[in-house]
C-alpha cells in the first residue's frame, strides 16, 4: 500500500476514533468535505498546514498519523477535553452545570 494510501487510511480511523464526520473534520481543519474524501481514499496528500490542523484536531502526536501498523484506541476522556477545548466560556458553564445534574441524577436513581 503507498504512503498516501496508508496515512489516508490511518486519518479516516483516527477520524471516527473522535467520532467526527468527514464534513464535521473538513470544517474544523477547513478544507471541502472532497478534500478529505480524496485524502482519505489515498487519492490525495495533505499539505503540511493540513497535517498540522489534523495533528491539533485529531489530539494526536506527529509520528502517530504514520504510525500505519498500530492500532487506533477510542479514549473517550480524551475525546471530552478536545471538544471541551471547543467551547466557550459560557458554553462550558453550561455544559459543567449539565454534568452536575447527569450525575446527580444517576445518584438518585442507584
Known amino acids: ?3 498516501k ?9 483516527l477520524r471516527e476514533a473522535n467520532f467526527l464526520t468527514q464534513e464535521a473534520l473538513a470544517d474544523k481543519i477547513n478544507i471541502h ?3 478529505l474524501s480524496r485524502i482519505e ?9 493540513t497535517l498540522e490542523k489534523l495533528i491539533n484536531i485529531l489530539g494526536v ?3 502517530e498519523l504514520f504510525n500505519f501498523n498500530s492500532e ?8 471530552l477535553k478536545l471538544r471541551l477545548n471547543e467551547l466557550s ?9 449539565c454534568i ?7 445518584k438518585n436513581i442507584s
Open 100 to 106: 452536575e445534574l447527569f450525575i446527580e441524577h444517576r
Open 5 to 13: 494510501a496508508n496515512l489516508g487510511k490511518r486519518i479516516k480511523e
Open 61 to 63: 502526536e506527529a509520528y
Open 1 to 3: 500500500m503507498s504512503l
Open 41 to 49: 481514499n489515498g487519492e490525495s496528500f495533505p499539505s503540511e498546514a
Open 89 to 97: 466560556e459560557k458554553d462550558s458553564k453550561y455544559f459543567i452545570k
Open 72 to 79: 487506533v484506541v477510542q479514549d473517550p476522556l480524551k475525546i
Open 33 to 35: 468535505r472532497n478534500t
